[in-house]
């Protein structure tokens, strides 16, 4: 039975996750129009970082190289105790996907000029993820009305909830 849960997704993988990085500006900046979870690969310092939430998403990107989705730019800070065996801060890093993952992602990205950016980075069974999402960029007024409508909204939701109640006793 302990091969029963490989390659299925329950509702307890959502429970087991501990969320370490967001990139909230990620979905400031950017339209997401399809995620997808991806393994990465890390040495043994990273990870230690990565569980003291030394990490940020804010500059980085996905790229895909011969068939292979490669994260740059992604800042994990050294390791204090990892002494002389420590990592590179910025160096790339290999995200782990199936080739069919690889090639669907890969032909949106290249033919609608979509770029792959990364949302979160998480804990799950305690292997690092990254959530990555295909992002259509945003211009500048789309920013404003995307603003202006979610400040409608909050208005609109507190005026419902601060309204006297019409209800007779």
């Known amino acids: 039975m302990a091969g029963s849960r490989q390659g299925k997704k329950t509702a307890d993988d959502s429970a087991d996750r501990q969320i370490v990085c967001s990139n909230r500006r990620a979905r400031h900046e950017f339209d997401v129009l399809d995620e997808l979870d991806c393994g990465i690969v890390l040495t043994g310092s990273e990870v230690k970082s990565i569980r003291n939430h030394k990490i940020t998403l804010d500059e980085s990107y996905a790229r895909v190289d011969n068939e292979e989705?490669?994260?740059?730019?992604?800042?994990?800070?050294?390791y204090a105790q990892a002494s002389i065996y420590n990592h590179a801060r910025q160096r790339k890093r290999k995200l782990l996907l199936n080739r069919r993952e690889i090639r669907k992602f890969a032909e949106a990205a290249e033919n609608d000029g979509l770029t792959l950016v990364p949302l979160q980075v998480f804990f799950q069974r305690g292997f690092v993820k990254i959530r990555l999402g295909l992002c259509k960029g945003r211009k500048q007024h789309d920013k404003r009305q995307r603003l202006k409508e979610e400040a409608d909204r909050r208005e609109m939701r507190s005026a419902r909830m601060h309204a006297p109640s019409t209800k007779r006793r």
């Open 69 to 78: 989705v490669w994260l740059c730019d992604c800042d994990i800070a050294e």
